[in-house]
């Protein structure tokens, strides 16, 4: 059992990318956005968005047919970073995160980004190919955002199960990569949020 984070900016994708892979129904903390939050969250790029999560996403996936047989607690975070705080109670025991990427508001990704590397988590870029936004190909992402070449960066569809599916084996194998690269670090009695 690995528990792992969705995480990536407000509209990246993650609720629906929890959503199509998950095998029970998915708990969602799903809220309207209302005009109070017009001068916080801004829409521009995803006019559409009509709601947003304001606590986490939760859902889970087993994979028996991977190369040793996994069940996946996944863990959206919310995308705001006003709840950046929260992400440390999310990313608590997790073996890595998704960093969903919506190129239409690519600066919204820094700050996932950036978490994750400050807090020393294992992460996948995964590309959110939305319908109409331009296709740039994974080595410009990285180039964008500063990635160093030992990141994996994948396109993907998050409504797509089988995409969802391939980038968290796509994770999944990083972190073990990473893990195995990494000198033991003794076992922490200090949490995230003691860093």
């Known amino acids: 059992m690995l528990k792992v984070v969705i995480a990536g900016g407000f509209g990246a994708g993650k609720t629906t990318a929890v ?14 956005l209302t005009e109070a939050s017009a001068d916080v969250d801004s829409l521009a790029g995803v006019e559409a968005k009509q709601t947003t999560t304001v606590a986490f996403d939760f859902g889970r996936l087993n994979l028996p047919d991977a190369p040793v047989p996994l069940e996946l607690f996944l863990f959206g975070t919310p995308g705001q970073d006003r709840f ?3 992400w440390y109670d999310l990313c608590r025991g997790a073996v890595g995160a998704v960093v969903l990427v919506d190129t239409r508001r690519l600066e919204s990704s820094f700050t996932p980004v950036g978490f994750c590397e400050d807090i020393g988590l294992p992460f996948v870029v995964a590309v959110n190919q939305f319908d109409g936004a331009h296709r740039y190909h994974p080595d410009e992402v990285r ?21 969802v599916a391939g980038v968290l084996l796509t994770l999944v194998g990083h972190a073990l ?18 860093a």
């Open 19 to 32: 959503g199509a892979v998950s095998e029970i129904t998915p708990l969602s903390t799903e809220e309207y």
């Open 84 to 86: 950046v705080d929260l």
């Open 143 to 163: 180039t964008a955002l500063e990635l160093p070449a030992s990141v994996p960066v994948v396109t993907c569809d998050a409504r797509d199960p089988n995409h």
């Open 177 to 194: 990569k990473s893990a195995s690269a990494s000198p033991a670090r003794p076992a922490s009695t200090t949490t995230f949020q003691d």
